[in-house]
């Protein structure tokens, strides 16, 4: 008997009605960066020294100009760049006292040959910005920079302690419900962050933004390849992904014409409201809908969609059923994810290819930054990167399949890392090239491991298994600061080393994955047991009643 799929070959696998859903659904993907990498410009700490009353005074009395007033007045300048000396201490002594010499200030002031004392930041900071970050309003500089990594954290606890809550929802009562509180609940964050005074409550709202906004971005993944035939939910995948780089290059856009962090917040979120309009325009996936025991439902919009694909719908095509032998509708449960040999393969295999996927790629970024120069550029190329990476994706596995180029994807991440530490730092712009390679590498395996997620479980507890699974992403996000600033004090290269050696282990675990290229949505739990190594499934749970007439 015929399965879902088979009836969406008949009224459209992705024509008007689809389209229409990945569009506004590559809205909302698109709109979830400033979530994602909005640190980088809500948090941007520009070049700042410590303020000494009365040093503005004496350097307009005295002429000079603001490179020879930092190499006289500011510790440790020496016109090579700051330090931590230079950015978080100040010289001990009075600026507005009375003889104060142009020529050699300090001797005038504690006497030839003394050593000037230093001193804390006391009268707060002097930043060289022409915009505002929290780091200016709040100085979350020198002792107190660590707060800026807790605001990045927080974001990422919430994406962890999210994934699984908001992904029991999605499967538990919806994608489209679940997609609309999560926007709402996404707005009244952002709005709110815009207005509130003190640091505190701005964490505690990035907080609940991350619980929030990732679930709502895989949920509407999930719904996405839900709605499409199994021809094009490959593509639609990857582009929803795409549309994410797409974001990234609006927000580098926007943030580089709103430099402050208030007004930017503000503008990037206000918009998301408009999304709040999709309970009129997203259909819920007609898969979750029969996986719960909901057919008429399920059947009135597949009506729809034949309707808005100008299809017919085939008269003997009277019910959708889904036939269990307990005759109840199945809910998602953990337990599920690891019950069974290949399920739980499966469960590990993608968990630790979440984990090095998010190591990896946020770890390059951060180890390509650590002598950044233009913070608006350097933004711009690491967006351009993943464009021609989805490209490669389409390409090879439609002719291909997804383990393999997946599997290679990574080998060649972590043996870019490899070749990226080895050579030598005179040849920097070979360096510059391999590292590129990598981002590219890592920047494919990313985005197929979240498509390649949703194909390897069956309905019922899809979205808990990609919302599970990808929390890891998380556990990484917030490792990968360590490895980098921590492990460069040791040998600057050695970050490299430790993603290259989890880049070549992600690569050998795919291989044990099975091949997803062309095959029907698990079902249930049995379908992934026996869909190592079937060409064609052996067993369909979503079936068409089909009613005859008698001649």
Not at 97 to 117: E, H, I, Q
Not at 180 to 191: D, E, K, R, S
Not at 309 to 323: A, G
Not at 450 to 466: A, D, K, M, Q
């Amino acid at each position: 008997m015929p399965t879902l799929d088979d009836i969406l070959e008949n009224v459209g696998e992705f024509d008007r009605f689809q389209k229409q859903t990945f569009f506004v659904l590559c809205l909302l993907s698109a709109a979830f960066t400033p979530v994602y990498v909005g640190v980088v410009f809500f948090g941007f700490i520009p070049e700042h020294r410590c303020f000494s009353p009365g040093v503005a005074e004496l350097s307009q009395r005295c002429g000079w100009s603001l490179e020879e007033q930092l190499n006289r007045t500011v510790p440790e300048w020496g016109g090579h760049g700051a330090s931590f000396g230079s950015r978080c201490r100040r010289y001990e002594v009075d600026w507005n006292a009375t003889g104060v010499s142009c020529t050699d200030p300090l001797g005038s002031l504690v006497g030839n040959g003394s050593t000037v004392p230093l001193g804390p930041c006391q009268d707060g900071w002097v930043y060289d910005s022409p915009g505002t970050s929290l780091v200016t309003e709040f100085n979350l500089v020198c002792e107190d920079s660590w707060k800026l990594d807790l605001f990045q954290a927080s974001v990422n606890a919430g994406f962890f302690i999210g994934s699984i809550n908001i992904g029991y929802i999605a499967d538990r009562f919806g994608r489209k419900f679940c997609l609309l509180n999560t926007i709402l609940a996404n707005v009244v964050c952002g709005i709110l962050l815009v207005f509130v005074p003190t640091y505190l409550w701005i964490v505690i709202l990035r907080f609940l933004q991350g619980l929030v906004s990732k679930g709502c971005w895989t949920a509407g993944y999930i719904l996405v390849t839900e709605v499409v035939g199994p021809k094009y939910r490959r593509t639609v995948g990857i582009l929803y992904q795409t549309a994410f780089s797409v974001g990234l290059l609006v927000f580098d856009a926007i943030a580089y014409a709103i430099p402050h962090w208030r007004w930017l917040q503000l503008t990037v979120t206000l918009p998301s409201c408009f999304f709040l309009l999709y309970y009129w325009c997203l259909p819920e996936s007609p898969r979750w809908l029969i996986s719960q025991g909901k057919n008429d439902k399920a059947m009135k919009i597949v009506s729809h969609m034949a309707k808005k694909n100008q299809k017919k719908m085939p008269s003997h095509f009277q019910e959708i059923k889904f036939e269990e032998e307990d005759g109840g509708k199945q809910s998602p449960s953990l337990i599920d994810l690891v019950r069974t040999p290949q399920m739980r393969k499966n469960t590990l295999i993608l968990m630790y290819n979440w984990f090095t996927s998010s190591v990896l790629y946020q770890g390059l970024i951060m180890h390509m930054g650590i002598a950044a120069g233009n913070m608006y550029l350097d933004f711009l190329y690491s967006a351009l990167v993943e464009f021609p990476a989805a490209f490669i994706i389409i390409v090879t596995i439609d002719r291909i399949g997804r383990r393999y180029p997946w599997a290679a994807a990574n080998l060649v991440a972590g043996a870019a890392c490899l070749v990226t530490a080895l050579i030598p730092e005179d040849i920097h712009w070979l360096k510059v090239i391999a590292a590129c390679i990598g981002r590219m590498g890592i920047t494919m395996a990313f985005e197929m491991v979240c498509f390649v997620n949703t194909e390897l479980y069956p309905t019922y507890i899809r979205n808990l298994g990609v919302m599970v699974c990808s929390s890891l992403c998380d556990v990484g996000g917030v490792i990968v600061p360590f490895i980098v600033y921590r492990l460069v004090e040791v040998w600057h290269d050695l970050p490299l080393i430790v993603f290259a050696v989890l880049g070549l282990i992600a690569g050998g675990l795919v291989l044990l994955l099975p091949e997803t290229k062309g095959r029907v949505l698990p079902e249930t739990v049995e379908d992934v047991e026996n869909f190592h190594g079937q060409s064609a499934p052996k067993a369909k749970k979503i079936y068409l009643h089909v009613q005859t007439s008698e001649v």
